[in-house]
């Protein structure tokens, strides 16, 4: 059964920064692409970030030259290190694992908190 489980995600100051991590019990993880999300309150899922299985890297405009995205294969984890993080940044954050280009299904994690407050 595939599963991902986010985890790093918390209460932080504004300006402050975190970091994400997703375990993947994905067989051959690294043929994924992989991708952190987030849906704040009344607002859709929008895509923050992705890594691909060729190991380029996808940002979103708004979090460009703050956030980085990156996995460890042989750990099947992937990590979002976020930095100067923004109270409008509070979300859900949701951990993707995307195998479409070989016909295999979605998976998601439960999503872990992310609140930017003073």
């Known amino acids: 059964q595939v599963q991902l489980v986010e985890s790093g995600g918390g209460l932080v100051q504004p300006g402050g920064s975190l970091i994400l991590s997703c375990a993947a019990s994905?067989?051959?993880?690294?043929?994924?692409?992989m991708g952190w999300y987030r849906q704040a309150p009344g607002k859709q899922r929008e895509l923050v970030a992705q890594?691909?299985?060729?190991?380029?890297?996808h940002y979103a405009d708004s979090v460009k030259g703050r956030f980085t995205i990156s996995r460890d294969n042989a750990k099947n984890t992937v990590y979002l290190q976020m930095n100067i993080l923004k109270p409008e940044e509070t979300a859900v954050y949701y951990c993707?694992?995307?195998?479409?280009?070989?016909?295999?299904?979605?998976?998601w994690g439960q999503g872990t908190q992310v609140t930017v407050s003073s």
């Open positions: 993707n694992a995307d195998g479409s280009t070989y016909g295999w299904k979605d998976a």
């Open positions: 890594t691909t299985r060729v190991g380029s890297t």
């Open positions: 994905l067989y051959m993880f690294s043929y994924y692409d």
